[in-house]
C-alpha cells in the first residue's frame, strides 16, 4: 500500500519562502511520477507542479512558474516542492500526489493513483 506523508507547511508572509517535502513508500519510488496539487477554501483542486521518474521531467501550471521549484531524491524516497516569493493566492492545502502507474506524468487527477493527507499553507499579506 502506497503511503505519502507531507511536512513542511505552515504561516508565512507573503514574499517569503517554505520548502513542502513528502516521504513516498510502498512503491518502486524511481519509477513513479510525483506531483504537487493544491485546494484553496471554495475551490476545487488544482495541479502545481509535476516531476517525470528517473532524474525527472518537470512541468509547472502557469501561476508558479519562476517562483516553484519541483525536485526528487530517489535515494530517500522524497519529492520536494521549494515555493518563493509566496503570495497571498497561494494559500491552501498541498497534496502530494503518486502517479497511478509506473512511468506516467500524473499532471491530472485521473493520473494519481495515491494521495497524501495534506498540509496547510496560508500566505499573510
Known amino acids: 500500500q502506497v503511503q505519502l506523508v507531507e511536512s513542511g507547511g505552515g504561516l508565512v508572509e507573503a514574499g517569503e519562502s517554505l520548502r513542502l517535502s513528502c516521504v513516498a513508500s510502498?512503491?518502486?519510488?524511481?519509477?513513479?511520477?510525483m506531483a504537487w496539487f493544491r485546494q484553496a477554501p471554495g475551490k476545487e483542486r488544482e495541479f502545481v507542479a509535476a516531476?517525470?521518474?528517473?532524474?525527472?521531467?518537470?512541468y509547472y501550471v502557469d501561476s508558479v512558474k519562476g517562483r516553484f521549484t519541483i525536485s526528487r531524491e530517489n535515494a530517500k524516497n522524497t519529492v520536494h516542492l521549494q515555493m518563493n516569493s509566496l503570495k497571498p493566492e497561494d494559500t491552501a492545502v498541498y497534496y502530494c500526489?503518486?502517479?497511478?502507474?509506473?512511468?506516467?506524468?500524473?499532471?491530472?487527477?485521473?493520473?494519481?493513483?495515491?494521495w497524501g493527507q495534506g498540509t496547510q499553507v496560508t500566505v499573510s499579506s
Open positions: 510502498g512503491l518502486t519510488f524511481r519509477h513513479y511520477g
Open positions: 516531476i517525470t521518474w528517473g532524474s525527472g521531467s518537470t
Open positions: 500526489a503518486a502517479g497511478a502507474e509506473a512511468f506516467m506524468s500524473p499532471t491530472r487527477d485521473d493520473r494519481i493513483g495515491s
